[in-house]
């Protein structure tokens, strides 16, 4: 399970598998010529064709894999990477030389070990930032859509009350429709303005101001925060 790699799959073999007839090999074909009955010769078949596969053709390309370079396993985070930096391996050459060029070749291993974890530290670094940046965008493009809607219709109502506002107190009856209609756009403002306040204050602790005192918080509410800006 931690290495699916590590057995042959069915998608990766192809072959024939020739047999005698039934009096001979006693593999009797069922009646609706889908496969063979399953008796002791079956099964014996069966047994045979697994060991082909385990002591013959799985350890063939295991060590194709080996050879070839593919059966590695990719380093998973940067503590891997830093583990295989520290060039265990040199102990093993280092213990082979003359003790006269051991401690040169030794100082010499751990400058460039020294200098490879340096510049993995700066490519983790790099790549924190990366990562932060991506987060950035995601969250903008999240404000873009669901700040959207909301800011549309207070942009669009309020182009509307600022056309109507020098006759929506003039008691007119021609621009009674008009007056009717304002108690729906104030409703309307108000709730796109809540949205909009929500969005915000789901992205409040994003920002990176002084959080203040500290403050006893409902986790159900943080939760719901959550799901709302993702």
Avoid: C
């Avoid at 290495?3 to 192809?14: E, L």
Wanted: glycine residues 6%; proline residues 4%.
């Amino acid at each position: 399970m931690q290495n699916p790699t590590i057995k042959i799959g069915r998608n990766q073999i192809s072959g024939i598998v020739s047999i005698d007839n039934e009096a001979s090999s006693s593999l009797i074909e069922r009646s609706s010529r889908e496969g063979l009955e399953e008796n002791g010769s079956f099964r014996r078949l069966q047994s045979l064709i697994l060991s082909l596969l385990s002591e013959v053709v799985e350890p063939r390309r295991r060590a194709f894999r080996l050879k070839a370079g593919i059966e590695e396993r990719q380093p998973a985070s940067f503590q891997d990477i830093y583990h295989g930096v520290q060039l265990g391996w040199s102990k093993l050459l280092l213990a082979k030389l003359p003790d006269a060029d051991r401690a040169a070749a030794q100082a010499l291993v751990t400058q460039e070990s020294d200098r490879l974890t340096a510049y993995l530290k700066r490519l983790e670094e790099r790549q924190a930032q990366l990562e932060a940046k991506v987060t950035l965008g995601l969250i903008v493009g999240e404000v873009m859509h669901q700040g959207n809607t909301p800011l549309s219709f207070l942009e669009t109502e309020t182009a509307r009350l600022a056309r109507w506002w020098p006759h929506l107190l003039s008691g007119a009856a021609e621009f009674e429709d008009d007056r009717v209609e304002v108690p729906r756009i104030l409703n309307g403002m108000g709730a796109s303005s809540g949205k909009l306040r929500s969005l915000f204050n789901a992205l409040s602790p994003l920002s990176g101001a002084r959080r203040g005192n500290p403050l006893a918080f409902d986790p159900v509410t943080v939760i719901a925060q959550t799901q709302y800006l993702f």
